[in-house]
């Protein structure tokens, strides 16, 4: 049986003398910030926490507060200069690569070697007010080595990090699980139902009386990519529980099964004094906002280019846990959902986790803590999102903005495109999305992904009018823009691909 097993006893980091060490990793990074990462000794932390895995491990914790960022052109080449490049279309090191290589094509047969790499750099950056110094950094801006640390938040505290190790580290061992057993005094069936059914796990009685959530193994064996689920299930479960949760779970290390038991140490690691659990109001809750998020994107409006992740890890502090439940993700900025609606958490408590990530609070006020979303209102949340977009310094130009809006719904209307353009919505405005194959300028309508017209334009093509507008009210919701698209389709007409923009003068 299963109690024949060998446990397995994770390495759970409880002692204090830990906390000075984890304090000068933390002063280490902080000295760092706005360093390259070429700069920093990678077994700088490691020797200062004296043992390899535990220092890997107590990085990852640290990876929410210290992240490496890709520099921008105007961050060495001056705000003028950068202005220049980004009104040809240049705002990438490769726009400018591809741009330099063009230039050589045409003056160097396509070489350039090494002793006149400078003249020839000279020459192409003088007119443009660059070094060939600049240039030949700006070319290499993206590699790996040239990435800058920057911290996120106020700078972390070695008890949030260590309790954060602690709790992933129990999370951890639990995605490795092929059965999990666990007593639930006091939690309603049903409840532990409708968990388990949103998850997508399944969950079972024994003849004791237990919960049992099932794991999954892969076509490859292992148990950790299902894993994810079950531990975020399982987390749940014993977090909106009252006293008196226990478990224990059969776990595969090394294709070895082991008993974990979820008891002491492991389970108060999950169970701090304050947590923020969404429960059923919660639930109802998120769900309304999915469906104002979803008629927002039916209606060509969009979301900002904002797309939803579900979220896997909770946010641990010393003595706090919340649990988000939604991730809201635009380029280099992360902004948690997390619900307080059936559990208001001490207000305290939420400025801290709201300072050590961006999130916003469901279902209440947030008490000052952190921004909050009393309703479940798409056009409040969307001006919540942008405004810590803006207090995080990761502003987007427009056309930035409505490509990660087709990328996400599908289209954008032309009322959106005269929102975000101003007035003078033209098809030369958004001609660098338009130029590629991946997206088209429908005159009247607004701006498809490729994939979308290109499927309605199939159907338009068996002669069915009814079956045609019902795939368009599908694909970019009903009303005039629906009709108009509609017609445009059934009379066959071209869609207009814009003039290419001029190229950078020689």
Same mark, same amino acid.
């Given at each position: 049986?299963?109690?024949?097993?060998?446990?397995?006893?994770?390495?759970?980091a409880?002692?204090?003398?830990?906390?000075?060490?984890?304090?000068?990793?933390?002063?280490?990074l902080d000295?760092?910030?706005?360093?390259?990462?070429?700069?920093?000794?990678?077994?700088?932390?490691?020797d200062?926490?004296?043992?390899p895995?535990?220092?890997?491990?107590?990085?990852?914790?640290?990876?929410d507060?210290?992240?490496?960022?890709?520099?921008?052109?105007?961050?060495?080449?001056?705000?003028?200069?950068?202005?220049?490049?980004?009104?040809?279309?240049v705002?990438?090191?490769?726009?400018?690569?591809?741009?330099?290589?063009?230039?050589?094509?045409?003056?160097?047969?396509?070489?350039?070697?090494?002793?006149?790499?400078?003249?020839?750099? $000279?020459?192409?950056?003088?007119?443009?007010?660059? $070094?060939?110094?600049?240039?030949?950094?700006?070319?290499?801006?993206?590699a790996?080595?040239?990435?800058?640390?920057?911290?996120?938040?106020?700078?972390?505290?070695?008890?949030?990090?260590?309790?954060?190790?602690?709790?992933?580290?129990?999370?951890?061992?639990?995605?490795h699980?092929?059965?999990?057993?666990?007593?639930?005094?006091?939690?309603?069936?049903?409840r532990?139902?409708?968990?388990?059914?949103?998850?997508?796990?399944?969950a079972?009685? =024994?003849?004791?009386?237990?919960?049992?959530?099932?794991?999954?193994?892969?076509?490859?064996?292992?148990?950790?990519?299902?894993?994810?689920?079950?531990?975020?299930?399982?987390?749940?479960?014993?977090?909106?529980?009252?006293?008196g949760v226990?478990?224990?779970?059969?776990?595969?290390?090394?294709?070895?099964?082991?008993?974990?038991?979820?008891?002491?140490?492991?389970?108060d690691a999950?169970?701090?004094? =304050?947590?923020?659990?969404?429960?059923?109001?919660g639930?109802?809750l998120?769900?309304?906002?999915?469906?104002?998020?979803?008629?927002?994107?039916?209606q060509?409006?969009?979301?900002?280019?904002?797309?939803?992740?579900?979220?896997?890890?909770?946010?641990?502090?010393?003595?706090?846990l919340?649990l988000?439940?939604?991730?809201?993700?635009?380029?280099?900025?992360?902004?948690?959902?997390?619900?307080?609606?059936?559990?208001?958490?001490?207000?305290?408590?939420?400025?801290?986790?709201?300072?050590?990530?961006?999130?916003?609070?469901?279902?209440?006020?947030?008490?000052?803590?952190a921004?909050?979303?009393?309703?479940?209102?798409?056009?409040?949340?969307?001006?919540?999102?942008?405004?810590?977009a803006?207090?995080?310094?990761?502003?987007?130009?427009?056309?930035?903005i409505?490509?990660?809006?087709?990328?996400?719904?599908?289209?954008?209307?032309?009322?959106?495109?005269?929102?975000?353009?101003? $007035?003078?919505?033209?098809?030369?405005?958004?001609?660098a999305? $338009?130029?590629?194959?991946?997206?088209?300028f429908?005159?009247?309508?607004?701006?498809?992904?490729?994939?979308?017209?290109?499927?309605?334009a199939?159907?338009?093509?068996?002669?069915?009018?009814?079956?045609?507008?019902?795939?368009?009210?599908?694909?970019?919701?009903s009303?005039?823009?629906?009709?108009?698209?509609?017609?445009?389709?059934?009379?066959?007409?071209?869609?207009t691909?814009?003039?290419?923009?001029?190229?950078?003068?020689?």
């Amino acid at each position: 049986g299963d109690e024949g097993l060998r446990r397995v006893y994770p390495r759970y980091a409880k002692d204090v003398a830990l906390l000075p060490k984890i304090d000068l990793a933390i002063d280490y990074l902080d000295g760092m910030v706005g360093r390259r990462r070429g700069d920093l000794a990678a077994e700088a932390v490691l020797d200062l926490l004296g043992d390899p895995k535990l220092a890997r491990c107590l990085l990852v914790c640290l990876a929410d507060s210290y992240r490496y960022r890709a520099p921008g052109f105007a961050e060495i080449l001056g705000d003028a200069a950068a202005a220049r490049l980004a009104a040809a279309e240049v705002v990438t090191p490769a726009d400018l690569r591809g741009l330099l290589y063009l230039e050589t094509n045409r003056v160097a047969d396509g070489f350039v070697a090494p002793a006149q790499r400078e003249v020839f750099l $000279t020459a192409w950056g003088q007119p443009r007010g660059l $070094t060939a110094v600049q240039l030949g950094e700006a070319l290499h801006l993206d590699a790996e080595r040239n990435a800058i640390l920057v911290r996120s938040g106020n700078r972390p505290r070695a008890e949030d990090v260590r309790a954060r190790y602690n709790a992933l580290l129990t999370l951890s061992v639990l995605r490795h699980a092929s059965e999990i057993a666990l007593d639930l005094p006091g939690v309603d069936p049903a409840r532990v139902a409708t968990i388990c059914e949103r998850e997508g796990v399944p969950a079972r009685r =024994d003849e004791t009386g237990r919960w049992v959530v099932q794991g999954r193994r892969n076509a490859l064996g292992t148990w950790s990519g299902f894993g994810a689920r079950v531990a975020r299930c399982v987390l749940r479960l014993v977090a909106d529980a009252p006293k008196g949760v226990a478990g224990e779970a059969i776990v595969h290390l090394n294709a070895v099964p082991l008993r974990f038991l979820l008891d002491g140490f492991p389970l108060d690691a999950l169970r701090p004094p =304050d947590r923020a659990i969404g429960g059923p109001v919660g639930d109802l809750l998120m769900n309304r906002l999915h469906e104002a998020i979803a008629q927002r994107r039916r209606q060509g409006i969009g979301f900002g280019g904002w797309t939803v992740r579900r979220a896997t890890e909770p946010i641990v502090l010393e003595g706090a846990l919340l649990l988000p439940e939604a991730i809201f993700v635009r380029d280099s900025v992360s902004v948690a959902l997390v619900s307080v609606a059936d559990g208001p958490l001490d207000p305290e408590r939420l400025a801290a986790a709201h300072a050590t990530r961006p999130l916003i609070v469901l279902g209440g006020d947030g008490g000052g803590g952190a921004p909050a979303l009393r309703e479940p209102d798409g056009e409040a949340l969307l001006r919540l999102l942008e405004r810590i977009a803006v207090n995080s310094g990761a502003g987007r130009g427009p056309l930035a903005i409505v490509a990660a809006e087709v990328a996400d719904a599908g289209w954008v209307s032309l009322a959106r495109l005269t929102e975000v353009f101003g $007035t003078e919505v033209l098809a030369e405005r958004v001609s660098a999305l $338009t130029s590629t194959s991946d997206s088209a300028f429908v005159p009247d309508i607004g701006v498809l992904r490729s994939d979308v017209l290109g499927d309605l334009a199939a159907r338009a093509a068996l002669g069915d009018v009814a079956a045609l507008r019902v795939a368009v009210g599908a694909a970019i919701g009903s009303g005039a823009a629906a009709d108009a698209l509609t017609l445009h389709l059934l009379t066959d007409a071209a869609w207009t691909q814009p003039t290419l923009p001029a190229p950078l003068a020689a």
